[in-house]
């Protein structure tokens, strides 16, 4: 099988031939269709974040395909189901943050793409427990990005708290941001949504967005004061005065969820205004396996669009390079397969 390898930081990923990999207990083996290109493959192949992965490894968390092996001791899964595997890739069951709600913050998860080899590949091994079931009608391609992008983005929200009726202002309209905004609507609230390129404004706009905020040229912060100030604000764009942007955009009592995960970030936040505005910063990492089922039962029942373009495998770095200078439109998938 072929997988995209990162070998060592900041240098182009390798196209490998390797031998299809054994799914250990509880594990199954997947035929990979399809493996969204999220940002945060590109801080794993740089090196980014102060937790490192081990090259060689293979990247992608929001790798889907079809179950054609089962491990030893999988009794819940067949072989030709169609699954997601998301960036929580194993997690302990057992721990406080497990036993709440809250697996996306066990100590001893395995994060796929990253602890162990994700997406970008032919075959992939998933841990069956935590491998997500794709319902019927929605395709490989659409399923990908929702994986990350989707799981990511509806969980912010919650956190955020956003209630009907709500300001929620979307900084960053890229893989992530092109579903924020939806879900954002689903939840009632009137969204602005911010970046800074003609084209992901323009689609902002297309997908339910009720103003946009060019930040090349508009004080973001004081835009949303305009409006009352936003009661959320998601932090979706990898640029530190994003953040700072949005934050100062707040009404008296708003939230800044901060998802972004720029290398060696750091946001200056005003304490006065923090104090005085009664205003909250939190973090916000994926969601949980509830939190994506939620996500497929909402496209299933055609209520969020996914945007997005394929490329083959092959074109993993041109594919990289294109990201990063903003020039996708949401999201790119690898198809390694889906039409079969
Ligand atoms: P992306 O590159 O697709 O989107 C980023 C968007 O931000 C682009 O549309 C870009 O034009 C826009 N942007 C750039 N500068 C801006 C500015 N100054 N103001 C407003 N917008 C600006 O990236 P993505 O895949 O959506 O991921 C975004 C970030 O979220 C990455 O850092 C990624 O690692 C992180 N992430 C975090 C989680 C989590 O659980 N917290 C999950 C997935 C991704
Ligand atoms: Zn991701
Ligand atoms: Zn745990």
């Not at 990162?6 to 930081?9: E, G, L, P, Q, T």
């Not at 809250?102 to 001893?108: H, P, Y």
């Given at each position: 099988m072929k997988a995209a390898v990162?070998?060592?930081?900041g240098e182009p990923l390798v196209i490998e031939e390797r031998p299809d990999p054994e799914p250990g207990v509880g594990q199954v083996r997947i035929r990979v269709e399809a493996s969204g290109l999220c940002h945060t493959d590109i801080h794993a192949a740089h090196g980014d974040w102060p937790i490192r992965p081990n090259p060689p490894f293979v990247p992608g968390h929001e790798g889907v395909g079809v179950v054609e092996e089962l491990g030893e001791g999988v009794t819940h899964l067949k072989v030709g189901e169609r699954v997601a595997v998301p960036w929580?890739?194993?997690?302990?069951?057992?721990c406080e943050h497990c036993l709440s709600g809250?697996?996306?913050?066990?100590?001893?998860q395995v994060n796929t793409g990253y602890g162990c080899d994700g997406g970008h590949a032919e075959k992939m091994l998933a841990w069956a427990d935590f491998a997500q079931r794709v319902p019927h009608g929605i395709s490989a391609l659409e399923a990908a990005p929702l994986t990350c992008a989707g799981v990511t983005t509806y969980k912010a929200l919650k956190v955020a708290q956003v209630r009907p009726a709500q300001l929620v202002a979307v900084s960053g309209i890229g893989g992530l941001g092109h579903l924020a905004v939806q879900y954002a609507k689903i939840a009632g609230a009137q969204v602005a949504a911010i970046d800074v390129t003609d084209d992901k404004l323009e689609l902002a706009a297309e997908l339910g967005a009720d103003l946009v905020i060019d930040a090349r040229k508009d004080d973001v912060g004081e835009v949303l004061r305009r409006y009352g100030g936003a009661h959320a604000a998601l932090?979706?764009?990898?640029?530190d005065a994003a953040f700072e942007a949005v934050n100062a955009g707040l009404r008296r009592g708003g939230r800044l969820v901060m998802v972004a995960l720029r290398a060696h970030g750091t946001v200056r936040v005003p304490i006065f205004d923090t104090v005085l505005n009664g205003t909250s910063v939190i973090g916000s990492i994926v969601g949980t396996r509830q939190d994506l089922a939620e996500v497929f039962q909402l496209h299933a029942a055609g209520r969020t669009r996914v945007i997005c373009e394929t490329r083959p495998l092959s074109a993993v770095n041109e594919s990289i390079d294109e990201v990063l200078r903003g020039q996708v439109k949401a999201r790119i998938v690898f198809d390694l397969g889906a039409g079969r």
């Open positions: 990162v070998r060592a930081f929580l890739g194993w997690a302990c069951g057992r809250w697996e996306t913050l066990c100590d001893r932090a979706l764009a990898v640029n």
